[in-house]
């Protein structure tokens, strides 16, 4: 099996965030401050991420798999569109869902230091964060639900071409669950830059 993870196009809550933005910014207004839900849909670059990784993706896709947060869902629909697959064939998955921060999720470093004291939470390149304590996930949590999708993936047909539409986090984990006994630590060193497209064999 083929298997494409494609991290889901820019957010404005990526931009103010900085989550891994390397592209200008955009004209439009920014639609995101600290403190807001992070479960925001794509900006105009985002949407422009999204059909560049359409681009990249073979044209007989199998199956298409997202996350249901909206900046995923869009970028999804975005790629159908330019595949010319019916949006309504997407099969929205929990265990593609990014991790959650909990009461610090959208929040600045000034805003997380006033309520951690600066405690560390783990890091997000090595997958190691567990923000349990302020009603989170772990890394626990996302390696065992992950884990039990590419299990499930692993018993479809050898010859599928199939993209899982999700977020820079669970893209990192996939590497951590598949290459880790070989490369220990190798999640850190991937480079997950939105709309970048990540290829697997099962």
């Not at 957010?11 to 900085?18: E, G, K, S």
């Not at 929205?92 to 000034?110: D, V």
């Not at 783990?122 to 772990?138: I, N, Q, R």
């Not at 050898?158 to 996939?174: D, E, P």
């Amino acid at each position: 099996m083929r298997l494409f993870f494609v991290r889901h196009g820019e957010t404005d809550a990526n931009r103010v965030l900085q989550h891994g933005v390397d592209t200008p910014p955009h004209d439009a207004p920014v639609v995101f401050k600290h403190g807001d839900d992070t479960n925001v849909p794509l900006n105009p670059n985002g949407r422009k991420h999204a059909w560049d990784a359409a681009q990249n993706l073979p044209d007989d896709i199998t199956r298409i798999l997202a996350s249901p947060l909206l900046r995923t869902r869009e970028t999804a629909e975005i790629i159908c569109e330019e595949k010319g697959i019916d949006k309504g064939v997407v099969a929205f998955r929990e265990e593609l869902r990014e991790y959650h921060q909990g009461r610090l999720e959208g929040l600045s470093p000034e805003q997380k230091f006033a309520i951690t004291g600066g405690e560390k939470e783990g890091s997000g390149l090595l997958c190691t964060y567990d923000y349990t304590e302020y009603g989170g996930d772990s890394w626990e949590t996302i390696h065992k639900r992950l884990s039990s999708l590419l299990q499930g993936l692993r018993k479809e047909d050898k010859a599928a071409h199939v993209v899982c539409v999700t977020s820079g986090g669970v893209i990192r984990m996939a590497y951590k669950i598949l290459f880790e006994a070989q490369a220990p630590g190798i999640s850190a060193h991937i480079l997950v830059k939105n709309g970048s497209v990540h290829e697997f064999r099962l």
